[in-house]
């Protein structure tokens, strides 16, 4: 069982739509992120939300905007995109203290086409 | 700005090969390396080594993280089919903000072939 999940799996978008993506996690972790994986590449770091606040933007456009309503969700808001933010959009969770911080479990991730 | 770098980037073996991947970092407050395996999509986490835990082994895969000379090994023996995947190694930074923060080298693809 996959207990990161992430809805949905693919989303096609045109530039001027708005559109979200979500995020749950049932591990009982206390942080959670978003990462941007572009083909080839390896992922990079968006955000971090620890204990429903957010801790680390990795200076991200303001057309991604990310929103943590509890523990377990984390959601990604979407608005007015380029093509180049096409990628695999990827939801982790971790504990949020200490060295366990840092083991990661990522869900698999949403496909995103802008065109 | 922390750097981690793997090598090879690519590599092709049949099974029942050993294969050896490799991932050197250069960050400014170390606090763990990671292993990670990425068929076609998530991230699957396979190892995380520490300055109190620089051995991990499951299975058929094994690491080692040397702090000294700033590299980490992930070895597979006997590999399979199923091993086919990109092999992520990540460092993560306990400096200021960066509290969780993992970077990630470019990854290794590794093939099995039958």
């Known amino acids: 069982d996959t207990e990161v999940t992430q809805t949905p799996k693919h989303l096609v978008m045109g530039m001027t739509n708005k559109k979200s993506l979500k995020c749950e996690q049932h591990?009982?972790?206390?942080?959670m992120y978003w990462y941007k994986q572009k083909a080839k590449k390896p992922p990079e770091l968006m955000f971090v939300?620890?204990?429903?606040?957010?801790?680390i933007n990795e200076s991200v456009p303001s057309r991604f905007s990310p929103e943590c309503p509890n523990s377990s969700l984390l959601n990604l808001h979407l608005h007015a995109l380029q093509p180049e933010d096409s990628a695999l959009y990827l939801c982790?969770?971790?504990?949020?203290?200490?060295?366990?911080?840092?083991?990661?479990?990522f869900g698999p991730g949403t496909r995103l086409t802008v065109t | 700005e922390d750097k981690v770098v793997q090598s090879p980037l690519s590599l092709v073996v049949h099974e029942g090969d050993t294969v050896t991947l490799n991932c050197s970092y250069e960050?400014?407050?170390?606090?763990?390396l990671l292993w990670y395996k990425q068929e076609k999509k998530a991230p699957t986490f396979l190892f995380m080594l520490?300055?109190?835990?620089i051995e991990k082994k499951s299975g058929r895969l094994s690491s080692i993280l040397d702090k000294k000379e700033l590299f980490s090994i992930l070895n597979i023996t006997a590999t399979q089919t199923g091993d086919s995947a990109i092999y992520l190694c990540?460092?993560?930074?306990?400096?200021?903000?960066?509290?969780?923060?993992?970077?990630f080298g470019q990854g290794t693809i590794l093939t099995v072939h039958p």
């Open positions: 960050v400014t407050n170390f606090r763990s």
């Open positions: 939300y620890s204990y429903e606040k957010l801790s």
């Open positions: 520490t300055s109190s835990g």
């Open positions: 982790a969770s971790s504990s949020s203290s200490g060295i366990s911080s840092y083991e990661q479990y």
């Open positions: 591990m009982g972790h206390r942080a």
């Open positions: 990540a460092v993560g930074d306990a400096g200021g903000t960066s509290y969780g923060k993992l970077t």
